[in-house]
């Protein structure tokens, strides 16, 4: 059984725990939006559905190509990346 909650069972204004892992990506030059919510279809970048809540969007740019870990705990101090603040949860 998951210690994970279900995405309803967290307060609106709360951001959803997705994973208590990171994700590497390859990114390339681009701005992105990174769900600061966790309650996007499209993990981990913004699909809008932050708009029942209070939190916003993480723009963040890329310059040129690189390998990136993206925090899905979405407690990281330095969103949208992993600080490894999901092994303290």
């Known amino acids: 059984m998951s210690d994970q909650k279900d995405k309803s069972e967290y307060g609106p204004d709360e951001p959803v725990i997705v994973s208590k ?8 030059p681009d701005t ?18 932050h708009s029942e809540t209070s939190l916003k969007p993480k723009r963040f740019k890329i310059s040129e190509p690189t ?3 993206i925090c899905l705990c979405r407690h ?14």
């Open 32 to 49: 992105y939006q990174y769900c600061a919510c966790g309650r996007t279809d499209d993990e981990p970048f913004c699909d809008g559905s």
């Open 67 to 69: 390998s990136v870990t």
């Open 21 to 28: 892992q990171c994700k590497m990506m390859n990114l390339y």
């Open 76 to 89: 990281s101090k330095t969103l949208p990346y992993c600080d490894g603040s999901h092994t303290r949860i």
